[in-house]
């Protein structure tokens, strides 16, 4: 009899039950019409609920042999015989699944359920709508249901696809409408239970499944995303189905039965959604967030259910954070190395049993790095080398480890691995030390020698060698390193379990070690990188014979059948046991010792991760079928589902990502670029890349007429400044054009709208270069630039300079610069340009502006002539002269976007000024500036309007936005006025809390029961303050969460919102410290979104100024950032915007009191940005970058000075400072506005108790208030209306003329003396008051430094506003008047200024420093020798101040003024000397005439108040220089003489005292001369007793003369008729000085002979030619004579001043510098006693005008002892100095 348990009798058995099955399905489908029925029905019943559970296999495995049958390649064959098959099938398959037997489904874990399953749904979906239809589509969802519940009792292959799969179907089965009609048909009813059986088959189909695309080679996150939302619409149909079902109809029509079904539907539908959401997080949170927000309540009440379900379910938020794809690799690798109970690596292992053999190397490297990686390494060679030992078949031990098993392979890539640093150090020096000794021979074959002799002295060479080889190996053994030490150790452990021969298990680690590792590097040095050079054939062959006794000494061998080497036998036998002890002592793992190499892998770099990947991506099919086909496939199941998972939620792995040092080379590119490839490859992130290529930076369109490819550059989409990008953006265009390696191409560079910003780093530039000659060169047909602008220019000369590789376009034929659309369409058919929509929208439509002038200033403005194209995109301004880039002519095009333009505003009648949002000013003079401006505004409000809102319907998530996005959820719709939804809302409160275990004192309990009222603000404001306060780490995330959905929030809503949002605002200064920068960025970024949300919101504009911005103001670093971002956003929106202004009115809410730190942060910013404006200094402060920053803040500081939240005792001199600097700059609302800030500032200043309550103050306070309130007072602030046009409503577009500063000295002065008797007014009536110390040194702040816009301001200003002058203080204004007149020949207005200050501090030096008034008595004499109108004035103030400063202390009681002020100082003496030279009159030949004639010029100036301060002063002089200022006659000297003739043609009262001997009656203004005036009547000067030398007498006639010849300039008659009297009663007296000055009224009275009417003057010109003619030649003196006594420059002098507006005609500008130079080093502190100084007026020459001939001058000082100043005089700098030193932390 046949043993029952034998495997025949097994067999028969199982053929017999596979025939029963068969037969049993075959009458499921028994078509007989009698008994058919029954049949069917009783056949189900048998195998529904009699067959065991062993036959089970049976019966799936038949049922896959019928579908194979009813399935073709077209799908299901659909007919009545197998639709009845199907639907006793699904019958039978729900009760096998539904049997509750234990271990009853244990039988189908091999069974691939899910193909059978997949089957029946297929069959079932393809069926014709129709009640059967609908019926078994029923079935087939119960059945679906059901296999989800015992899933984990079941074994699917392909279960993430399977069920996605399931899915799909279901999805489509369901109606998305609910009939709840009255009298609804069978199938509509049917339809209605479909919905509801689908929807709950679809919860369980949907947990934890991640949504796997159809198209995995797409890009999976994007493709997840779609298919989240097809899925997520679909549901969210079916619950806005059900929410606008009428419940009360279906009361009152006692459907009672559909509302249970309707409620259930929606459960499930919710369900299903939460499982969904919960399994794709990061796809499908951040899509369907916004549904909580959705317009109808009830939708928004299912998805707050949604998302409180999903919190319940415990999803996991971390897969939104940005590094989802570095923990999902991790996850990745923690399931390959996950290690089960029994000590086994079930997910390794299946991928081990599942990688063909040809990829099992790449494996093993993997494998090996990753579980070293792990710490694991020990676990893993344990399991793989114990698999590899039990497979040996018992007697085959000798084979052991020598095939290609995976065991082999980890073997080795593990002594490859680790090893390397040993082999460095201990094989490498003894392969280098036998290739130097490459004379010596090793071949001991007999047959391979040529001299049999040599054979024995080969053999011991080679014996030598060998003993020399091992020895150093065995000595090395400290060297091991730890891991391979740990490889040896395993190996032995598992040899040693399957052996007790300890001699074997020591030849098996001894053989593997020298097998695997050492012998291959000593075979094969080159393939270890041990060495470079090639190997002698000696060398090689010698290394062979080595290798061979190793490996037979490590095999505990001998040679037996090798003749040639059995002469090492005994070497072998002598070092058998030292052999096996190595080995010993190899696998002796022990700890790691102090000097040990070891090999460690700190970080697992990430082409091992890829390559993991890829290796688990390509072979999951057999991973899947080797984990069912196991016994702990079930056990382990959770493992192998869990990968499933992860490989879909991963994706394919990305074909970039390749292994870089195990794939060969492709021949087409070489390894230099693939090597950056590779690189670059692991460096660059998916999100990035995507973002580029979405950006279309660079990509390829179109073929040229040529057929070549063509790609496109988009130049202004790249941002040259993100180096990180820029290689990703470089790595995308290498992958590009990689395509292209070996064929021609072309390549267009887009350029348009281009600027400096979007140019290329060098850096990125240089690594460029080194790959692109790889491909273009060679390849590169065409390379076209397109629409060239200045910037391009200057970077493509900066390009072919710096870049090698780039200096070939320079002329090269295939380079084509392109200007315009139509110029392309000769290489490229237009249908065929692929250039963005972008590019083309500036040449559409554009409207064309002919015959403009860019106006373009740098040292002097000059014009470009250029037409204007303006277009909806923008504004395009074409050069009209063409110009040469790479040697090519062509047009440049400057390009801007709408979007870059700030503002337009005309100046005059044909001034354009465009302002760019960087703050660049392009100005334009042409015909048309009106209509461009109106067609540019145009443009710019279209675009505007056209914007999206800000506020995205969805946003980025991360993991930490999760709670604070939910909190504001919950919190917003607990005020809904739907009940459902606020219980919704209290609900996802509550799980909220749990879940993310926030503090809250309220106790919240989530029930069904609770009624909550709809005003429940008072609960929400209590549970906002407390997790406000006990969870402050979510404010960023939670208010951005609010801002960012505030515009959709209803009214009431928004109320709600801003009062719950209040609490959280104060916790936003923790985030703003400098060491956290990403923190304190999203906190600029929130502060930007609620201004934006500020101004939008017109009707809440109250209620967010109350409980917003109020909050806002308590911490300086917070108050820095809101400053920062108003200013900016300021700045973008212009002038002229309301958002300004509601900006501005913000500013006030922020500042709650006039000691706020609003008003203090704005003015220190102010006067910080003030400050910066000389870092890049303009000529004009409009034309600065800052000037918008500036103009901002002066809006700001307007609001807050009128509303009186400024305090005026702490900031009155910084506000004055400010004023005064700004006024008259910009439009006309900016004037206004610093006249207004003035106003206010007053204002507040009068309303102060203490200046009230003093009667005298309170009064100078009003009368300044009045007249800053005059109308005279706008026009010197620059404008001519009242001063509401503060108000942005009434600006003009209109701007003054911005270039140099407008506003004149005088009226700088005027005003700041104005606000000075403001400061002295109040000043005293409070107690430690410094204004005046706080304004000097504000003064001094921006006076030394070099600033064309603000300089003179600043020197005018610190001359009023200097109550003492420091010695140290007037030196460096002296050092700033050498720099002026050094470097700024054309600054009038400067050089004016610092004159100006030097004469108000004059006034203020010490009494005992008359020395310094002394140098400054030189300088103004050296100022009134330029000869320019301007200076020429403040030169005469200057010496006024510094005669009278010195004649109120006595100084002129016993001295003149020219032994006071005569200088003692060689070095100045000779510099004043040349400066005399230069002008032609001496002041050490006649000191008093050469004061007199500087001043006489006075006389010939413009303004009225000059010539008469110059008549002052001379009379001042003459007082000075009289005997005796008592007496009542005047006494002419020799001291006073020059005074009295310089006042002798003009003054009238001082000739009547000199005829007549009246008493003396000198008054300052010049009076007519009497009709019958005698000039012989003037006896004292027509006296030679009185007026005795020669040279005096000549200079005294010389000054008469030259003054005739400048009143005969004015047509001064009854003047011009008395000098010429005078002259001739005055030739007869001095008869033989009088001809040295014919020459100069000669041609004078050659004309008035010809014009003059009147007889006396013609007598008198006849007399003076006679006494001319008379007079003996011999004896009158040379003609030289003036200019020998240094005045022959007199007379040119005396003529008017020059109009050409030059500051220097002459060249005596260099020499007064000269001087200057001189002074400021004799007066620095700190002058070594032996430096000789030399210096060059040539250095300066340029200071000169055009054409001015000064030859060079060099200054010498000797460095003599004597040169230098007394002790008692010397001027120290230290003191002054340090008080002139301004600390910024009092700013």
Not at 158 to 164: A, D, L
């Amino acid at each position: 009899m046949e043993d029952p348990v034998s495997p025949h009798h097994q067999l028969q058995r199982a053929s017999q039950t596979e025939t029963f099955i068969s037969e049993v399905i075959s009458l499921l489908s028994n078509d007989n019409e009698a008994i058919g029925m029954n049949i069917r029905e009783t056949v189900k019943e048998l195998a529904s609920y009699e067959l065991s559970p062993q036959v089970y296999p049976y019966f799936f495995r038949s049922m896959s042999v019928e579908f194979a049958q009813i399935f073709s390649l077209e799908g299901p064959h659909i007919q009545e015989s197998h639709t009845a098959l199907i639907e006793q099938l699904l019958s039978v398959v729900q009760h096998i699944l539904e049997n509750k037997v234990e271990g009853a489904l244990e039988h189908l874990v091999h069974v691939k359920m899910d193909e059978v399953v997949i089957r029946l749904v297929q069959y079932v979906h393809n069926l014709l709508h129709g009640e059967r239809s609908l019926t078994l589509k029923i079935k087939t969802s119960h059945l679906i249901e059901t296999l989800m519940q015992r899933s984990r009792e079941l074994s699917f292959h392909h279960e993430v696809h399977f069920r996605n799969q399931l899915a799909e179907y279901l999805t489509s089965w369901v109606s998305g409408e609910v009939c709840v009609l009255e009298n609804c048909s069978h199938g509509q009813n049917l339809q209605n239970e479909l919905d509801l059986c689908a929807m709950r088959a679809m919860g369980p189909v949907l947990q934890g499944l991640v949504l796997q695309p159809k198209d995995m080679a797409a890009d999976i996150i994007e493709e997840k995303g779609k298919l989240f939302q097809r899925y997520f619409s679909s549901f969210m149909g079916m619950i806005h189905s059900l929410n606008t079902i009428e419940w009360s109809r279906l009361v009152s029509i006692h459907k009672h039965g559909l509302i249970r079904q309707v409620t259930s539907l929606r459960e499930a539908t919710i369900q299903a959604m939460s499982n969904m959401l919960t399994a794709n997080i990061d796809s499908g949170l951040t899509h369907a967030i916004s549904l909580g927000y959705h317009e109808d309540l009830q939708t928004r009440a299912s998805f707050i259910e949604v998302l409180t379900s999903i919190l319940k379910q415990g999803a996991e938020f971390n897969s939104l954070a940005d590094t989802f794809l570095a923990d999902r690799y991790n996850q990745m690798m923690e399931l390959v190395t996950t290690q089960v109970d029994d000590g086994g690596f079930p997910v390794m292992m299946a991928l081990i049993n599942s990688v063909p053999p040809e990829h099992l190397e790449d494996l093993a490297e993997v494998l090996v790095v990753l579980f070293d990686y792990k710490n694991m390494l020990a676990d893993f060679l344990f399991c793989i080398l114990q698999s590899e030992v039990e497979a040996i078949e018992s007697g085959r031990q000798d084979t052991l480890f020598r095939g290609n098993s995976i065991a082999c392979k980890v073997l080795s890539c593990s002594f490859k691995t680790f090893g390397v640093y040993y082999l460095q150090s201990v094989v490498r020096p003894l392969i280098l030390s036998l290739i130097k000794s490459h004379d010596l021979e090793y071949e001991v074959d007999p047959s391979r020698l040529d001299d049999p002799r040599k054979l024995e002295r080969n053999q011991s060479n080679l014996i030598e060698l060998v003993k020399s080889f091992y020895s150093t190996i065995t000595n090395s053994l400290p060297s091991l390193p730890l891991q391979l030490r740990t490889v040896c150790h395993v190996l032995f452990s598992v040899v040693g379990s399957q052996s007790h021969e300890e001699g074997f298990v020591l030849d098996t680690v001894s053989s593997t070690v020298f097998l695997r590792f050492i012998n291959p590097a000593i075979v094969s040095p080159q393939s270890y990188n041990l060495i470079q050079v090639d190997i002698p054939q000696s060398v090689h062959r010698g290394l062979t014979f080595i290798s061979k006794v190793l490996q037979n000494l490590a095999n505990h061998v001998v040679f037996r059948k090798e003749a040639h080497m059995m002469v090492f036998n005994q070497f072998l036998q002598q070092n058998f046991e030292c052999s096996r002890v190595f080995a010993l002592q190899m696998a002796s793992a022990g700890p790691y010792r102090e000097g040990e190499a070891v090999e460690c892998i700190p970080f697992l770099k990430e082409v091992y991760k890829y390559r993991l990947h890829s290796l688990l991506w390509n072979n999951q099919e057999r991973i899947r079928s080797h984990a069912a086909s196991t016994i702990s496939s079930v056990t382990n199941r959770h493992l192998f589902l869990e990968l499933n998972t992860l490989l879909a939620q991963l994706g394919a792995p990305n074909l970039r990502r390749r292994r870089g040092s195990m794939r060969a080379r492709s021949t087409m590119v070489t390894s230099q670029l693939e090597e950056f490839l590779d690189s670059m490859a692991n460096e660059c992130d998916e999100q990035t890349l995507r973002s580029i290529k979405a950006k279309e930076i660079f990509y390829q369109g179109g073929t040229s007429k040529a057929g070549n490819p063509v790609y496109y550059f988009i130049s202004r989409k790249f941002r040259g400044d993100l180096l990180h990008v820029s290689y990703q953006i470089l790595y995308h265009m290498m992958s590009l054009l990689k395509s292209s390696v070996g064929k021609s191409f072309e390549l267009v560079i887009d350029l348009t709208g281009s600027t400096q910003m979007n140019e290329p780093d060098l850096e990125l530039l240089v690594k460029f270069a080194a790959y692109v000659p790889e491909l273009v060169p060679s390849h590169i047909e065409v390379l076209y630039f397109y629409n060239c602008s200045s910037a391009f220019r200057q970077y493509a000369a900066k390009l072919a300079s710096a870049i090698r590789i780039f200096s070939h376009i320079k002329g090269a034929k295939h380079v084509a610069i392109v200007d315009k659309l139509s110029k392309f369409y000769e290489f490229i058919d237009q249908s065929e340009l692929r250039l963005p929509q972008s590019t083309h929208q500036f040449e559409t439509g554009a409207k064309e502006f002919p015959r403009v002038h860019v106006m373009v200033q740098k040292v002097v403005t000059y014009q470009i002539p250029a037409t204007i194209l303006v277009s909806r995109s923008g504004l395009v301004i074409s050069e009209t002269d063409k110009v040469s880039i790479f040697d090519i002519p062509t047009t440049l095009k400057d390009i801007h976007h709408v979007s870059d333009i700030r503002e337009v505003f005309v100046e005059g009648k044909e001034g354009l000024v465009v302002r760019l949002v960087e703050g660049q000013l392009l100005k334009f003079s042409c015909p048309d500036a009106e209509p461009i401006f109106k067609e540019l505004n145009s443009a710019i409000s279209t675009w505007q309007n056209q914007q999206p809102s800000r506020f995205m319907s969805e946003r980025k998530l991360e993991p930490k936005d999760v709670p604070g996005t939910f909190l504001n959820l919950a919190l917003l719709n607990l005020g809904s006025t739907e009940p459902a939804l606020r219980m919704a809302a209290y609900k996802l409160l509550c799980a909220v809390k749990k879940t993310f275990q926030l503090q809250i004192d309220c106790h919240l309990e989530s029930s069904n029961e609770l009624c909550i009222p709809m005003n429940s603000a008072q609960f929400v404001l209590a549970v906002s303050s407390q997790l406000a306060r006990n969870e402050s780490h979510l404010t960023l995330e939670f208010l951005s969460e609010v801002v960012a959905g505030f515009q959709r929030y209803t009214p009431a809503l928004k109320q709600l919102c801003l009062s719950y949002i209040s609490p959280w605002l104060p916790n936003l200064t923790r985030f703003v410290s400098e060491e956290n920068a990403i923190e304190r960025e999203k906190v600029s970024k929130l502060i930007s979104f609620l201004i934006l949300l500020t101004v939008a919101e017109e009707q809440m504009y109250p209620l967010i100024q109350l409980h917003i911005w109020s909050n806002m103001c308590t911490d300086p670093l917070l108050l820095r950032v809101v400053l920062d971002n108003f200013i900016k956003i300021g700045i973008s929106e212009g002038l002229n915007s309301r958002k300004l202004e509601v900006l501005a009115d913000t500013a006030v809410t922020l500042a709650q009191d006039e000691d706020s730190l609003v008003a203090d942060a704005i003015v220190k910013i102010i006067l910080k940005t003030i400050a910066h404006t000389s870092e890049k200094p303009q000529q004009c402060l409009e034309q600065h970058v800052l000037w918008s920053e500036l103009v901002v803040l002066s809006r700001f500081l307007l609001s807050l000075s009128f509303n009186n939240k400024i305090n005026v005792l702490k900031h009155l001199p910084d506000i004055f400072y400010i004023c005064v600097l700004l006024m008259v700059h910009g439009p006309t609302i900016v004037r206004a506005s610093c006249h207004g800030i003035l106003l206010n500032t007053v204002q507040s200043l009068a309303t102060l108790p203490s200046v009230m309550n003093c009667e005298q103050a309170n009064k100078e306070i009003s009368l300044k208030l009045i007249e800053l309130s005059q109308p005279k007072i706008y026009m010197q602030f620059g404008f001519q209306d009242p001063p509401s046009v503060a108000s942005y409503h009434h600006t003009s577009h209109h701007s003054g003329e911005a270039g140099r500063d407008q506003i004149s000295s005088a009226v700088v002065v005027m005003v700041t003396e104005q606000l000075l008797g403001v400061v002295n007014a109040c000043k005293n009536l409070f107690s430690g008051c410094c204004w005046l110390e706080r304004w000097q040194k504000l003064a001094r702040r921006t006076s030394f430094f070099h600033n064309p816009a603000l300089q003179n301001r600043s020197f005018l200003m610190l001359g009023v506003v200097c109550d003492h002058a420091s010695s140290g203080l007037v030196m460096r204004v002296l050092r700033a008047l050498e720099e002026a007149v050094e470097k700024r020949e054309d600054d009038i207005q400067l050089l004016e200024a610092i004159v100006i200050c030097l004469t108000k501090m004059a006034a203020l030096l010490d009494k005992n420093r008359s020395d310094l008034i002394q140098h400054l008595f030189w300088v103004s004499i050296g100022i009134l020798q330029l000869e320019e109108a301007t200076l020429y004035s403040a030169g005469v103030s200057l010496m006024e101040a510094c005669i009278k400063s010195l004649d109120q202390c006595g100084v002129f009681d016993e001295r003149t003024l020219q032994e006071v002020m005569q200088p003692r100082e060689e070095a100045l003496e000779w510099a004043l000397g040349q400066m005399d030279r230069g002008v032609g009159i001496s002041f050490s030949s006649e000191f008093n005439f050469a004061v007199a004639a500087l001043l006489y010029k006075g006389f010939s100036h413009p303004l009225s108040t000059v010539r008469t301060r110059t008549q002052e002063l001379l009379t001042t002089l003459l007082l000075i220089h009289s005997p005796d200022r008592g007496k009542s006659t005047l006494e002419l000297t020799t001291n006073n003489l020059a005074y009295i003739t310089a006042l002798f043609p003009k003054n009238e009262l001082l000739r009547e005292q000199l005829r007549d001997g009246r008493p003396r009656l000198m008054s300052l203004v010049s009076s007519l001369i009497d009709q019958g005036e005698d000039p012989a009547s003037y006896s004292t000067l027509l006296s030679t007793h009185t007026i005795r030398s020669h040279k005096t007498q000549a200079l005294f006639l010389l000054m008469l003369a030259s003054a005739l010849v400048h009143t005969m300039q004015t047509h001064d008659e009854q003047n011009i008729q008395f000098l010429y009297e005078f002259l001739a009663n005055a030739c007869s007296v001095y008869q033989e000085v009088f001809p040295l000055i014919h020459s100069v009224i000669e041609e004078h009275m050659t004309l008035m002979l010809q014009q003059s009417q009147s007889p006396s003057v013609v007598k008198a010109i006849q007399q003076l030619v006679h006494v001319s003619m008379s007079r003996d030649a011999t004896a009158a003196l040379k003609p030289s004579y003036i200019s020998d006594i240094g005045f022959g420059g007199l007379p040119e002098f005396f003529k008017p001043f020059p109009k050409n507006g030059l500051v220097y005609p002459t060249s005596q500008g260099p020499l007064f510098c000269c001087y200057l130079k001189a002074l400021v080093q004799k007066l620095s502190p700190a002058r070594s006693p032996s430096q000789g100084m030399f210096r060059s007026i040539s250095a300066v020459g340029s200071l000169s005008s055009a054409g001015s001939k000064a030859s060079p001058v060099l200054v010498h000082v000797e460095s003599d002892q004597t040169l230098q100043p007394p002790v008692g005089n010397s001027l120290s700098l230290d003191d002054s100095l340090q008080d002139d030193v301004i600390g910024e932390t009092n700013l």
